[in-house]
């Protein structure tokens, strides 16, 4: 799990207790006989070619954040693929438990590649809880978030930050239901290479995005160890992802303005449209709101993607 203002919370393992672009899957789950799902929204109609569940989304006045299991993973990346033509801006957030590794050089005066030593050093050694995307487009924010939530995270066998699982717990987050009705890391990854969503097309982005594009990076290579260096992991961004990666909190400190998500937000005026902070469908759509609001007060007549590749602290 990634604080806002841009750096992981910190603590050592403890025993358990309808338009084109702007400006970090199809799999068949076995189904449970026995228990039922966590609740979910009403279902949206998906029809092959998109249209309904489209059309549907249009209407809808709300944003909603749509958790995503098991067992709903294959219709709701379904709908998700339909809506990436015509919104090909995909913002992700990732929630994690915490870092367990830190350096004794303090975060301002570290450079690219130290910084990202630390990032391999956490994201390796940890897992990936969920993930969250929100897409936009020319016509705005998409008005449906997807939360991804993934197993195989144990509390007794894997190390993380009590503080921050604290905080994930305080917000939600069942680590229990996670494991039952999780997806499998390998079925997300399957997925995501189905979907379109890697397709190399679209403009990716998150805020203060390195732990957010390393542990996709991870769970998109088999939960393979990060390149050793950072020109490695940047080569590795860009064939993930493409050559449109940017990075929102870049954006910000271009247009004078400092701090963690809620802090930017704050200062263009922009409220969180769904959920709560530290769901990762959530901060997805407050990171896309945030970006759109620059993208129309500062960026109407300046290229925003010549900013792209550059991601906070590993630049």
């Not at 030593?117 to 390796?124: F, M, P, Q, S, Y």
């Not at 997925?191 to 390195?210: D, E, I, K, P, Q």
């Amino acid at each position: 799990m990634y604080s806002h203002d841009g750096g992981p919370v910190l603590l050592y393992p403890q025993q358990p207790p309808s338009p084109p672009p702007l400006c970090s899957f199809v799999h068949i789950v076995p189904q449970y006989t026995m228990v039922e799902y966590p609740p979910q929204p009403s279902p949206l109609v998906f029809t092959p070619a998109g249209g309904a569940f489209l059309e549907a989304a249009a209407k809808e006045v709300r944003a909603e954040v749509r958790d995503v299991w098991a067992g709903n993973f294959n219709d709701e990346l379904s709908k998700l693929s339909a809506a990436l033509p015509h919104y090909p801006w995909v913002c992700v957030d990732t929630e994690f438990p915490g870092a367990v590794h830190d350096s004794d050089t303090p975060r301002y005066l570290r450079g690219p590649r130290e910084s990202y030593a630390l990032v391999k050093k956490n994201v390796d050694d940890l897992k990936l809880l969920q993930v969250g995307i929100a897409l936009s487009g020319p016509a705005g924010r998409f008005p449906v978030a997807w939360q991804f939530n993934l197993r195989g995270f144990d509390l007794a066998r894997h190390p993380y930050a009590p503080a921050s699982v604290a905080l994930l717990r305080a917000q939600g987050m069942d680590f229990a239901t996670m494991n039952e009705f999780g997806i499998a890391p390998d079925d997300f990854a399957v997925g995501f290479h189905r979907s379109g969503l890697a397709c190399g097309r679209l403009t990716w982005t998150a805020f203060s995005g390195s732990y957010d594009f390393a542990y996709l990076a991870k769970v998109l290579t088999g939960g393979q160890p990060l390149p050793g260096t950072l020109d490695g992991f940047l080569a590795l961004v860009r064939h993930l992802f493409g050559r449109n990666v940017l990075d929102v909190k870049h954006l910000a400190r271009c247009c004078a303005m400092r701090g963690g998500l809620e802090q930017v937000a704050a200062a263009l005026g922009v409220e969180r449209a769904a959920g709560r902070a530290h769901c990762s469908g959530s901060d997805s759509l407050l990171t896309t709101d945030v970006l759109l609001a620059m993208l129309n007060r500062f960026f109407m007549n300046a290229d925003v993607l010549a900013h792209a590749g550059t991601i906070v602290d590993l630049a």
